[in-house]
């Protein structure tokens, strides 16, 4: 059985201490769906706002005094935003799992669609791991390291993918509704922002 979980790479919290956030676990990745505890979504807020938290420049406002909503600036303001992640896919027949690479960003994860519709070949990083996603023919075929001729990879259908696909989109869309009710408690101030620019970093459509 082949799965696939939009996910967000993790760091420590390193103290912080805006709102209570659960510290990361061993694999490096916090998969985002509806089972997460409020202490989880709230250190996937801190991870998608710390992809951001970038001085401005002159199109932008600039960064307030206050430390929430100068932690929250980049992901309020910026117009293209990103967040390291992507889609982690495990093949659990084989024990075999394709991770984002360090060019990944999970606000990309549509651009698979592109397999599916037939488009032949995406790279997710670079040196020392660079997974790719490659369609060819009937066959789309993940490589975890295509530096390696031995790399480990996963093969799966185009319909399987865009059922991959879906469930993603239906994890993301579980995810968002957790991060909303979340901030309503501990960023109430924000919460429309918030779960607006949520909305663009993931890839989904606005709250009606």
Sequence with gaps: MIV???????HPSDGFGLWPVAEPGPSGF??????????????????????????????????PADPLASFLHGLLTFDTLFASGGLRVTDRATGVTFLPGCCDGIEDWRGWY?????????GFGHAPVTPTAERVGGTIRLTVDAERSDSPFIELTPPALRDLLTGAERDLTAFRVLADDW???????????????LARVLDLPAQP
Aim: glycine share 10%.
């Design 114 to 122: 592109r397999l599916v519709a037939g488009e032949g070949r995406l």
């Design 4 to 10: 696939a979980q939009p996910v967000l790479e993790t």
């Design 30 to 63: 916090l998969a985002l769906d509806g089972t997460l505890t409020p202490a989880e979504v709230g250190a996937a807020v801190m991870y998608l706002a710390a992809c951001n938290d970038i001085d401005p420049d002159g199109d932008r406002p600039p960064r």
């Design 183 to 197: 901030a309503s408690v501990h960023l109430p101030a924000h919460r429309a922002l918030v779960g607006t620019a």
